[in-house]
């Protein structure tokens, strides 16, 4: 990040709580590209802080007191846009806000467990940087138009197809109903790039949907009853031994690898397990589609959104070694252009699409 290279990165740490705003100004600070320029309190320092500071990027706490964060979030939106990273709970609620606070603009989250913590400080801090350092070179997206209070249903069949897929519809394909498989990861502002992808799919799409979105424990199930309310095909968080269908799209629980698996002749289904290879990402997308790779063969379909890191590389090279099908978000489209950077550096992608046209690719290749 050329920023990054010619000036620390200049961090405004907002939060109610003492204890966090020492916490995350030191672990900040302790790194020579950063440099913690202020601290706020609440909603209206941080205001006053932006508007005085110019930072670089935000570290936004949710629950403060007066304006909380996700207010204090729009404002800043509104009034001058720049990266802004959630400090959320661990709880589904705090989920729940903190996927509201993703639609408004916000580039990524951080998981709220520094009180109290002592071990694995360092394992912290580290994730704590590289997403600073990758909202700082972020590309800044208008929320998407399928805020908090869209109802269910209130989004309209496409005309004229999606894309490349333009004129292409699930009857056109039906020839292999059912016969393939579509993967998909992605991590730094997958979910965004997920609500413009899936419901442009038609209700009838005639292929199973698996999906990795790095997200902790109790952030995938409000995660996919969100998408579910937004698409035409079922969407919902996966569980042990759900059976793969045309129109069904299952996210992978947080806190646990997802993997496909022939039970029986004409059946695949999910089976989860614990992070015994002590892989970085729970859940892994190089997990999921290494097994995709192993049971679909040529009929598996790969696919790589925007996203930090390179989880996916391992499992793309698969894919694509079993004569399946590859696509991968351009650059320009993408928050954060690193897993699908890795797939397009190596040579792995079939398409290079922008997000506009990743559901039309998809649909080009069922």
Same mark, same amino acid.
């Given at each position: ?32 590209? $950063?440099? +913690?320029?202020?601290?706020?309190? !609440? /909603?209206? @320092? &941080? %205001?006053?802080?932006?508007? =005085?500071?110019? *930072?670089?990027?935000?570290? $936004?706490? +949710?629950?403060?007191?007066?304006? !909380? /964060?996700? @207010? &204090? %979030?729009?404002?800043?939106? =509104?009034?001058? *846009?720049?990266?802004?990273? $959630? ?9 729940? @806000?903190? %996927? ?267």
């Amino acid at each position: 990040m050329s920023k990054a290279m010619t000036a620390p990165i200049k961090v405004l740490v907002v939060d109610d709580s003492s204890f966090m705003r020492k916490t995350l100004s030191s672990m900040l600070g302790g790194d020579p590209r $950063m440099s +913690v320029v202020g601290v706020a309190r !609440n /909603g209206e @320092e &941080a %205001l006053q802080k932006v508007a =005085e500071l110019h *930072p670089d990027v935000v570290t $936004m706490d +949710v629950e403060m007191p007066g304006m !909380n /964060g996700l @207010e &204090a %979030l729009k404002r800043i939106m =509104e009034m001058r *846009p720049l990266p802004v990273i $959630m400090v959320s709970s661990l709880t589904e609620e705090g989920a729940r @806000e903190t %996927l509201t606070a993703l639609e408004w603009g916000a580039v990524d989250y951080i998981p709220k467990q520094l009180e109290g913590v002592v071990t694995n400080v360092v394992a912290i801090q580290a994730e704590l940087i590289a997403k600073v350092v990758a909202a700082a070179g972020a590309k800044l997206r208008h929320p998407s138009p399928l805020t908090p209070g869209t109802q269910p249903g209130a989004i309209k069949q496409p005309t004229g197809g999606v894309g490349r897929g333009k004129g292409l519809t699930s009857q056109s394909i039906s020839a292999t109903r059912g016969s393939k498989l579509v993967a998909i990861g992605c991590s730094t502002g997958g979910p965004a790039a997920l609500l413009e992808v899936l419901p442009l799919l038609p209700e009838d799409f005639p292929a199973g949907i698996v999906i990795v979105q790095h997200m902790p424990k109790f952030f995938t199930k409000p995660f996919a009853e969100r998408m579910n309310q937004q698409c035409r095909i079922e969407v919902r968080e996966a569980q042990e031994a759900d059976v793969i269908r045309p129109g069904l799209a299952l996210i992978a629980p947080g806190g646990v690898h997802m993997r496909l698996v022939r039970r029986r002749a004409i059946e695949v289904e999910v089976a989860l397990a614990p992070n015994t290879e002590n892989r970085h990402y729970v859940p892994s997308a190089d997990v999921l589609m290494l097994s995709v790779a192993e049971v679909y063969s040529s009929r598996g379909i790969g696919v790589i959104l925007t996203g930090m890191g390179q989880d996916g590389l391992e499992g793309m090279r698969a894919i694509k070694g079993a004569k399946g099908r590859t696509v991968a978000q351009d650059e320009a489209s993408c928050v954060v252009y690193g897993m699908p950077k890795a797939v397009v550096e190596e040579g792995l992608a079939d398409k290079v699409a922008p997000l506009s046209h990743i559901a039309g690719e998809i649909m080009n290749m069922i």
